[in-house]
């Protein structure tokens, strides 16, 4: 059974770790639970880390005169500057990180749809953007996995972020102690993940591992991981995966009886519309994995992606793209 390097994970401290939302609570979520024993998560509460307490006046974000200010309506009080610099601070300090999970539509933490008042006094929303902190977060980690928990309890956008977090976090154990082997090894355990995932730049990273006795290592390196962020950033589409999936019954075509195979196409006719799920029949390869010992196949990371205690089928069906 595969081992997997511990992803590190910036996480929003309210969601499982403290209660120290606004209102002095904490919100318990299943599948971070989940993720504790195979991911070492960093917890931080940005507000806290500013100097406001636990419960506390909420806070918001304000059109002023064009310019998105962090403000606490019951005492006016702008934080804008010492969040932004805190987030800063934090950011620089952080040692290298595969991924963040922060807490959704907050005003400090949010990702994304995040409210825009336009007064300190009560009235509608006006738009919608990232919090202070979560902005910060895309500024300076652009191409890692960064989501909420809101949009991780759906199922593709949480495989796509499990499968990321875990590939990047073996690289980066990798490239700790870099070695030409080791590289070429890795990316032709990666190619049928690339294949579903990015096929241009699996070609570009195809290039620059056939040049790896040719270059300075850190060199090498530091070009791969560029376009590995690059292939990983955007979560497959489903021809795609039927493409791999495909790709991969190829192996077993003519060890298969035709039923097998009728049965799995139509499951794949399924997975098209939205009636299977990419890890229904990703089990279904992987059974045919085993029973004919397929050597190639048995080491693609296509087929263990990430800890198989993780794959789960519980969907929201919220924050599709």
Not at 156 to 173: C, E, G, M, N, P
Not at 246 to 258: I, V
Not at 296 to 301: I, P, T, V
């Amino acid at each position: 059974m595969k081992q997997f390097t511990k992803p590190i994970v910036v996480v929003s401290k309210c969601l499982g770790f403290d209660s120290c939302r606004y209102n002095g609570q904490m919100i318990p979520v299943d599948f971070i639970e989940k993720m504790k024993p195979y991911v070492h998560f960093v917890p931080v509460c940005p507000e806290v880390e500013i100097g406001l307490g636990i419960p506390r006046d909420p806070i918001r974000i304000l059109s002023v005169n064009g310019d998105l200010r962090l403000m606490q309506p019951i005492t006016g009080h702008d934080y804008s500057d010492k969040m932004k610099h805190f987030a800063l601070e934090f950011l620089q300090s952080l040692p290298d990180v595969d991924g963040f999970i922060l807490k959704g539509r907050s005003p400090s933490c949010g990702v994304k749809d995040v409210k825009i008042y336009q007064s300190i006094d009560k009235g509608p929303s006006i738009g919608t953007t990232r919090g202070f902190f979560g902005e910060a977060v895309f500024n300076a980690f652009p191409f890692l996995p960064i989501e909420d928990e809101g949009r991780l309890s759906n199922l593709k956008i949480r495989d796509h972020f499990y499968t990321s977090l875990f590939v990047l976090a073996d690289f980066r154990q990798l490239r700790g102690q870099p070695s030409r082997q080791q590289l070429v090894r890795f990316h032709t355990e990666l190619k049928m993940v690339l294949m579903a995932y990015n096929q241009s730049e699996m070609r570009v990273m195809g290039r620059i591992v056939a040049q790896v006795n040719k270059e300075p290592i850190n060199e090498v390196y530091n070009d791969y991981q560029s376009h590995l962020l690059k292939a990983l950033f955007r979560s497959p589409k489903a021809p795609s995966i039927i493409n791999v999936f495909m790709h991969a019954l190829g192996y077993f075509s003519t060890r298969l009886h035709s039923n097998e195979k009728a049965f799995f196409l139509n499951s794949l006719e399924k997975y098209r519309s939205g009636r299977s799920t990419f890890a229904t029949n990703l089990q279904l390869l992987r059974s045919w994995v085993i029973r004919f010992d397929e050597p190639y196949l048995k080491g693609q990371r296509f087929f263990n992606p990430y800890p198989e205690e993780l794959m789960e089928l519980v969907d929201s069906g919220k924050g599709r793209e």
